[in-house]
């Protein structure tokens, strides 16, 4: 089965998408990567599944007891449509999910902007890609990553940027590949400040 045979659905703050994407009265949509497929926005009805997506992710990065997200949390943080408001959550990240033509979601790009100072203008950093291991090998990834390349060119940014972990040599294989072409960093080291030692930093 091919990725053009899947859904993506998204939450954007622009405005909500006609049935098969593009422009439409309240704001602009990209075109969905599904041959029949539609963009159609997220509400809080989809964050149980969105944690259900980070748990499985965790527990496939061996760190399933670092998740500390909850609906309630996930819900108030993440940028979703409320059709009582007719209007976007601002939240501080938004969400990709992929359907499989089956029904199911097949996996989710998370997602937040970032900014270049060098070259003055926005970027998108991803969060967490996931594909359930029962719908890889079908180009999922790659439609997750190509729909996240065209929103940082619509909103005129240069970058998409993501980590990985350096014993994930399979995901790094397939990010550092022609389909995908992306390329690590070796001169920079990432850094993080969190727990005790940011409540220290805060009140220093």
């Known amino acids: 089965m091919a990725a053009s045979d899947a859904r993506i659905r998204h939450a954007t703050r622009e405005g909500t998408c006609s049935p098969r994407g593009g422009r439409n009265m309240s704001g602009f949509c990209h075109l969905s990567h599904a041959r029949d497929g539609s963009l159609l926005t997220l509400t809080s009805l989809d964050v149980p599944t969105i944690l259900g997506l980070i748990r499985e992710l965790a527990d496939y990065e061996k760190s399933s ?9 996930l819900t108030r943080t993440l ?7 007719s209007s976007f959550s601002e939240g501080f990240a938004k969400t990709l999910l992929l359907t499989d033509s089956d029904g199911t979601i097949a996996g989710m790009a998370l997602y937040f902007y970032n900014y270049s ?9 991803l969060e967490d890609l996931f594909v359930k291991p029962a719908y ?3 180009g999922y990834g790659k439609a997750l990553l ?5 929103e940082v060119l619509q909103v005129g940014g240069k970058r998409l940027e993501w980590s990985c972990l350096d014993w994930n040599e399979p995901s790094l294989q397939f990010y550092q590949s022609e389909v995908i072409g992306a390329k690590k960093k070796q001169e920079w080291v990432g850094l993080r400040v969190e727990g005790d030692a940011l409540g220290r930093l805060a009140n220093s």
């Open 117 to 125: 100072t060098w070259t003055g203008v926005p970027g998108i950093y």
């Open 79 to 85: 940028s979703h449509y409320d059709p009582n408001t």
């Open 65 to 73: 007891s670092s998740v500390e997200a909850t609906v309630e949390s």
């Open 146 to 150: 190509s729909a996240l390349a065209q």
């Open 136 to 138: 890889r090998k079908k």
